[in-house]
């Protein structure tokens, strides 16, 4: 019986972190649709359609001011063109959160947005090792004041969210 038990837990040592280590496949297809600055439609090769969340980062809502900036960057750059997704999570909506590619080679659409000032660096949800260069690029877009740094106090989407939800409530 001992051996049996010790056979057992030798066998789930082997076996778990395999399977624990394989990486999720990365999405690859096509900009169908851009919601916002943060969220896009993928179309995959295989004709199915995955809403993205662009991981750690947070554009200004579309009726905040620079919302309808940072929507038009992404429409620019990536809408139409090939993509690769590296899904890190979902969120609590069921969308695919993750880090997108545009065109092979180049930087992913998540630090261009944070480099050319049209988004926050989500720090409550950045957590890989990548957030670090978001960081740094956040910074500097701060200090040439590009895009959404031009205004003097920005206000960060998930605040102008939670002044929303307090009007919607306060009657």
């Known amino acids: ?13 082997l076996l778990v972190p395999a399977t624990a280590v394989q990486a999720r496949p990365p999405l690859n297809g096509y ?8 969220t896009v439609d993928v179309l995959t090769y295989d004709l199915s359609t995955v809403r993205v969340r662009l991981y750690g980062v947070d554009c200004p809502e579309s009726d905040q001011l620079h919302g309808l900036a940072a929507t ?5 750059e990536a809408w139409l063109r090939k993509v690769e ?3 890190m999570d979902r969120d609590r909506y069921g969308r695919s959160v993750g880090w997108v590619t545009v065109d092979a080679g180049r930087k992913s659409l998540n ?9 926050w660096v989500y720090k409550q949800y950045c957590r890989a090792r990548e957030c670090a260069v978001l960081l ?11 895009g959404l740094w031009q205004d003097p106090s920005p206000m ?3 605040e102008w969210r ?7 409530w306060s009657w």
Do not use: N
């Not at 630090?111 to 988004?119: F, R």
């Not at 740094?136 to 590009?146: F, G, K, S, T």
């Open 136 to 146: 740094r690029a956040e910074d500097v877009a701060r200090q040439a004041r590009l």
């Open 156 to 158: 960060p989407p998930w």
């Open 72 to 76: 038009l960057f992404v429409v620019w």
């Open 162 to 168: 939670r002044l929303k939800r307090s009007e919607r």
């Open 85 to 87: 997704v590296r899904v």
């Open 31 to 38: 900009v169908l649709w851009v919601h916002d600055g943060d």
């Open 1 to 13: 019986m001992r051996a049996i038990l010790l056979t057992f837990f030798l066998l789930t040592l």
């Open 111 to 119: 630090h261009m947005l944070v480099e050319q000032g049209h988004a």
